[in-house]
């Protein structure tokens, strides 16, 4: 694989780097994206008709039972070399900020550190009613388990459709998108908003754009780097040709 040299020497001199990783890095890891996921038992269910707080309300013990079975998938699965080489690159370069479509938590795993998680993380869970997050609960079967403080139904920490990411979240990510000068998009449809709009963002502010990506996506006749791989491939080999690591 050719990594061009005029990136090699960008890379090796940039202060502020920026990447935002999608469903096909976590897919390299095993992990089916979100619309892939009906398999099984699930096949019949929409999963956009699951993933919305008007489906938990309508039937919490399905949702939760779904997000159950999503959450053994990941546990069954690990961070792939991708992963890894995000942690090396964050390590390599003065300011770094990993921006994530993915709710797994396999780049906190992988040992990435500065990681803004746009759509949450399936690992945590909080309470349907005030927001708040719940570490633990009483065993007592109960499906959906109840909120110790006030006794609402616990749901799991991810945004669904119909609900708006956290303001500071998006903010972060636009202001990490906004300062970098180099902007990584890895992974990614870039068809989800807000997240799609995070390389425009980045491209306007001045950044040398490249994606990673066996798919062409709708940016990609407007980033000044296209490489046509899948990441756990590339990234080690651009970590090794840029750093001799």
Not at 63 to 76: G, P, T
Request: with cysteine.
């Amino acid at each position: 694989m050719i990594i061009p040299k005029d990136l090699i020497q960008i890379l090796r001199s940039a202060k502020f780097v920026t990447a935002l990783t999608g469903a096909g890095v976590s897919k390299e890891s095993g992990i089916p994206t979100f619309r892939e996921a009906q398999t099984g038992l699930w096949a019949r269910y929409d999963p956009m008709e699951l993933a919305t707080p008007l489906a938990f309300k309508k039937n919490p013990k399905l949702v939760w039972k779904w997000y159950q079975w999503r959450r053994e998938l990941i546990s069954n699965a690990e961070p792939n070399p991708g992963h890894y080489a995000l942690t090396e690159l964050e390590l390599r370069v003065p300011k770094f900020t990993l921006i994530t479509q993915n709710i797994d938590g396999f780049h906190k795993q992988a040992g990435s550190k500065n990681i803004i998680e746009l759509h949450g993380n399936i690992n945590r869970n909080k309470c349907f009613d005030e927001g708040i997050m719940v570490d633990s609960w009483k065993d007592n079967d109960a499906i959906p388990p109840h909120c110790p403080n006030c006794g609402g139904l616990i749901r799991p920490d991810v945004v669904w459709f119909g609900e708006n990411l956290p303001s500071v979240v998006i903010n972060d990510a636009i202001h990490a998108a906004q300062t970098a000068e180099v902007f990584f998009s890895i992974g990614t449809s870039t068809l989800v908003h807000p997240a799609a709009s995070l390389p425009i963002y980045a491209m306007n502010g001045g950044a040398i754009v490249v994606e990673i990506n066996p798919d062409e996506t709708p940016i990609s006749q407007k980033v000044h780097y296209a490489i046509r791989e899948p990441s756990g491939k590339v990234l080690p080999h651009l970590i090794q040709q840029v750093w001799n690591v």
